[in-house]
């Protein structure tokens, strides 16, 4: 019941933004289509990366830090999830940091349990091979898939298993899903760069250009 609460609040919230978040564009950004991206300025009360389940998963100590807000369900997540691997396996100044932001239903939140018990417990380097199996798979991911995943990287399930379902991984999840809500991120993945949300993924071409802009011009364009 509860895991179906966190999702009923999490949709709820996305979809009722879905439409007017299409019409908000504050920067002149555009997809690899030339689709206008959906942007707005955001404001943080606390660094993101301080919270409690996010991960700094690549290049710690990198100038120019890109946030992902992703479900572990999204399509458009999976194809993010391997550009973006490439953008900082050749850009040691691009920081990755991932929020885990399961909105996509009951299973995404049962993996998530998985998920963030593995941030907990693992470093952020198993965490990111976590994440990159979870992505190199099809299908649904639910919280049994999730273990078999971080059973094959090593990790006790049952342990896995006990954090996950603790109390302490129920108030993370809500959290990330009310930071998410805050910041008006009403798809997945969303991004947030140099106070910037970007809502959904534009691609590698174009994420690249926001990145590249980011690093030279402290802003998402130039």
Known sequence: MLSAAIAAAGLAGAHAR???????????LVNDDGQ??????VKLSTPIDTLPGVVVAANPHGKTTLIEFYDLNCPYCRIASADVADMVAVDPDLRLVLVPFPVLGIASIAASRVELAVAKIGTPAQFYEFHHKIFSQRGVTDGQRALDVARGLGFDARGLTRLGDSDEITEIMK????LGDSLGLAA?????????????????DELQKIVDAARTCRKVTC
């Open 18 to 28: 879905d439409r007017s978040m299409q019409l908000v564009a504050e920067f002149p």
């Open 36 to 41: 206008r991206l959906p942007n707005h300025s």
């Open 175 to 178: 959290a990330h899903v009310a």
């Open 188 to 204: 997945t993945p969303s991004f947030v760069i140099d106070g910037v949300a970007i809502l959904g993924y534009p691609g590698r």
